[in-house]
Nanobody, 118 residues
Framework: QVQLVESGGGVVQPGGSLRLSCAAS????????MGWYRQAPGKERELVAA???????NYADSVKGRLTISRDNAKNSVYLQMNSLKPEDTAVYFC????????????WGQGTQVTVSS
């Protein structure tokens, strides 16, 4: 069992920055692919960025060059550095942990609100 707790959301002006953190409890954190998803009002949840156990990353096209995902296995944590924020980045951001071997295990955090507004 893995529990995920996000923090770092808030209100920021366009062009500003925020850093989201996700702290994981439980064992074998380093074996999980960690991801950040977001869901805006009236829209489906979408993948923003992910980092696997080998530190390979992938990003949604809409955030490339502005958002950076990283992980610290010693602290059981994953981060999302968000720069040059736009109003369309406004959403609830969710932390996700996924492992597919030896069996599929997936966990979600409760979400943290990010609002980009002047």
């Amino acid at each position: 069992q893995v529990q995920l707790v996000e923090s770092g959301g808030g209100v920021v002006q366009p062009g500003g920055s925020l850093r989201l953190s996700c702290a994981a409890s439980g064992s074998a954190f380093r074996t999980y692919t960690m991801g950040w998803y977001r869901q805006a009002p009236g829209k489906e949840r979408e993948l923003v960025a992910a980092i696997d156990s080998g530190d390979s990353t992938n990003y949604a096209d809409s955030v490339k060059g502005r958002l950076t995902i990283s992980r610290d296995n010693a602290k059981n944590s994953v981060y999302l550095q968000m720069n040059s924020l736009k109003p369309e980045d406004t959403a609830v951001y969710f932390c996700n942990a996924l492992r597919t071997w030896p069996r599929r295990l997936e966990y979600w955090g409760q979400g943290t609100q990010v609002t980009v507004s002047s």
